[in-house]
Nanobody, 130 residues
Framework: EVHVVESGGGLVQAGGSLNLSCTSS????????LSWARQTLGKGLEWVTG???????YYLDSVKGRFTISRDNAKSTVYLQMNELQPEDSALYYC????????????????????????WGQGSLVTVSS
């Protein structure tokens, strides 16, 4: 049985930092790609970052240079270090098993999430105050 559990998130002032963690079980973690997506009321779901089994990474343009994704295969955990946070980064952040499919629309990402709940975390709320 697949489980994805997130931790971290919270309230931070603009310019501050937060770290999210995501641990998964029931999968061969070392060969899995993992991603973070975020959901806001205005934009819907969007892929933020992803990391492949070989260490290759993807970042949304707006977070490049500020966010860093990393993985610890021994702990079956993926991390998202978020620095220089801005109010527009405020969102519900989801960890997901699998790579970010950047061509997906927000609606399709939401459909994928709803049809694969076991492969998605419960969501971690990040709020950045100005």
């Amino acid at each position: 049985e697949v489980h994805v559990v997130e931790s971290g998130g919270g309230l931070v002032q603009a310019g501050g930092s937060l770290n999210l963690s995501c641990t998964s079980s029931g999968v061969t973690f070392s060969t899995s790609a993992l991603s973070w997506a975020r959901q806001t009321l205005g934009k819907g779901l969007e892929w933020v970052t992803g990391i492949y089994s070989d260490g290759r990474t993807y970042y949304l343009d707006s977070v490049k240079g500020r966010f860093t994704i990393s993985r610890d295969n021994a702990k079956s955990t993926v991390y998202l270090q978020m620095n220089e946070l801005q109010p527009e980064d405020s969102a519900l952040y989801y960890c997901a098993l699998g790579p970010p499919i950047v061509s997906m629309s927000s609606a399709l990402i939401e459909s994928v999430r709803c049809n694969n709940l076991d492969a998605w975390g419960q969501g971690s709320l990040v709020t950045v105050s100005s």
